[in-house]
């Protein structure tokens, strides 16, 4: 199983940036797909997970309103789109695959991890 996370960089602060993450190995409607992020000397943080169906999404106190996750099951990927970002925003954004198709927002849950993607918010 592989999980290819992108779309990261530098933004200022109020822009948008829309990640993305392509799954492979695996049966990507079977499972939710989680957002998580990692600030330097913070634990992780969830920001967003979608069941297969799209029918239940649950988003992170922090990014309510400004993030939205969404994901094409006939591409094997999860996108999350950001908007209004923050300096705060600023972390390791990471994909994850949770196999009972549960929309979790521990990270113990899941099962897949990507290697991660950088976003950087300036002030």
């Known amino acids: 199983v592989q999980l290819q996370a992108s779309g990261g960089g530098l933004v200022q602060t109020g822009g948008s940036l829309r990640l993305s993450c392509t799954a492979s190995?695996?049966?990507?409607?079977?499972?939710?797909m989680g957002w998580f992020r990692q600030a330097p000397g913070k634990e992780r943080e969830f920001v967003a997970a979608r069941n297969w169906r799209g029918t239940i999404t649950r988003y992170g106190d922090s990014v309510r309103g400004r993030f939205t996750i969404s994901r094409n099951n006939g591409e094997y990927t999860v996108y999350l789109q950001m908007n209004s970002l923050k300096p705060e925003d600023t972390a390791v954004y990471y994909c994850a695959a949770e196999r009972s198709g549960v929309v979790q927002n521990q990270a113990s849950y899941y099962d897949y991890w990507g290697q991660g993607t950088l976003v950087t918010v300036s002030s």
């Open positions: 190995g695996l049966t990507f409607s079977s499972y939710s």
